[in-house]
């Protein structure tokens, strides 16, 4: 995908990758055209944001974004950058409560929840070509941590989740 060369682009990148492989019992959770970077939004409404997540026939779609970072100090005036990604997803079902709980042929943003977890805390990311570390001369990523999930909609059929993933990257040594 194209970017800006940012270790912040580098790690969403990465991200959206990293979950388009997510599978439960061997299945892929995902269509992976359903997974992308998140392009943006004109409204600030919830409704109306959940309604153009929803378009199309889309019943399960994940958007990546980097939401923004914390900064935290290490040794002799150098600081540590903690970016914070946000992983979005929304489930549609018709039957009450299964976009949120799930049943025997759909998956919930309960488990979506779990596999999320169990496929992106305490891993680092890597240059998929190189396998190199993702870095940027001046940061090198050391690894991605979860820091939890909580749903943003819920209306019976819907469901719309958001996933906190925070980085934690180090100075490159001169």
């Known amino acids: 995908m194209a970017h800006d060369g940012s270790n912040a682009s580098r790690v969403e990148d990465w991200i959206v990758e990293a ?18 970077p998140f392009a943006g939004t004109e409204t600030t409404d919830p409704h109306k944001f959940t309604e153009e997540l929803f378009s199309g026939h889309r019943d399960l779609v994940c958007r990546v974004l980097y939401y ?3 900064v935290q100090p ?3 005036g150098e600081i540590a950058v903690v970016p914070t990604f946000l992983i979005v997803v929304g489930i549609r079902n018709q039957r009450p409560m299964t976009a949120r709980r799930g049943d ?3 998956i919930g943003t309960n488990r979506i929840r779990d596999l999320l977890r169990y ?4 891993v680092q990311p890597t240059n998929a070509q190189t396998g190199a ?7 090198a990523v050391e690894r991605l941590v979860f820091r ?6 819920n209306d019976g059929k819907r469901c719309v989740q958001q996933t906190t993933i925070e980085v934690e990257e180090s ?3 001169s």
Do not use: K, W
């Not at 496929?119 to 305490?122: E, K, N, R, S, Y």
């Not at 570390?133 to 940061?139: A, E, L, M």
């Not at 939890?148 to 909609?153: A, C, E, T």
């Open 19 to 36: 979950v388009r492989e997510i599978r439960e019992d061997a299945q892929l959770v995902f269509e992976p055209s359903e997974v992308l």
């Open 68 to 70: 923004g970072d914390r």
């Open 133 to 139: 570390i993702i870095q940027d001369g001046v940061t």
């Open 119 to 122: 496929a992106l805390h305490d």
């Open 171 to 173: 100075p490159v040594p």
């Open 104 to 106: 025997g042929t759909t």
């Open 74 to 76: 290490l040794n002799e």
């Open 148 to 153: 939890g999930s909580q749903l943003s909609i």
